[in-house]
């Protein structure tokens, strides 16, 4: 979640708390969020001919297909044509917001009093959406994604049928909830992301990014 969209709640709770009267009560904001897990993944397109190998194979796939002989651009595209998509990448996701600094960009908009007052009650992962910006997925067979999270792994998949087309979407199992989290005051932003790709070399390249949708429940106290 980016500092405008954190700027955008804390108005949120401005506008709430000065419609509402002070009852004792807190008041609940809920919102939804989108950010982007993973950038510019690439999967390029199976070379339509020999002297394509070297142009159009990148580096980070050839270290996928070790057994491939890539000093051999024929043999090469020959193997490539009967060899499926695995496609893996691990990385650490450091774009979740910690409490702090939800509440330093509350004391910018409240008073001093009310941002210490913030809570995270909920922050709910409801999906994990790929989407294509170039091609499609319609030679993707399945897609993991893992988060991992304070050591708990959170698998997101889904088995692709044949017209999946520009985006895919993925829930996790179990349920995932980040708030406890985000209020730890250890919690530096960061959790681990694991993707892995199965299926076959597409006709056309694809290019895609992965996004984090978020439902989040923030909670003033009044008193």
Known sequence: MKMASLRTVIMGLL?????????????????????????????PALPETVELVDVEIPQEVRDMYP???????????AELSDTGLEYQREEEFCDLPDLQKIRD???????????KRIEVREVIVKSIRFVANTGDFNSILNIEDTLTVDGQQYLFTIFSSTE??????????????????INNPDFN???QNSLKITGTLPDTE??????LDLDITLYLRIL
């Open 15 to 43: 506008v709430t708390i000065t419609a509402l009267s002070l009852t004792g009560c807190g008041i609940p904001v809920s919102l939804s969020q989108s950010v982007d897990l993973v950038k510019d993944v690439e999967i």
């Open 67 to 77: 057994d491939v002989n890539w000093d051999d651009p024929e043999s090469a595209l």
């Open 105 to 115: 960009e509350a004391a910018t908009r409240l008073p001093e009093f009310l941002a």
């Open 164 to 181: 999946s087309g520009m985006v895919l979407t993925l829930t996790p199992n179990p349920a995932l909830d980040l708030a406890d989290v």
């Open 189 to 191: 932003g960061c959790i």
């Open 206 to 211: 694809i290019l895609f990014k992965a996004v």
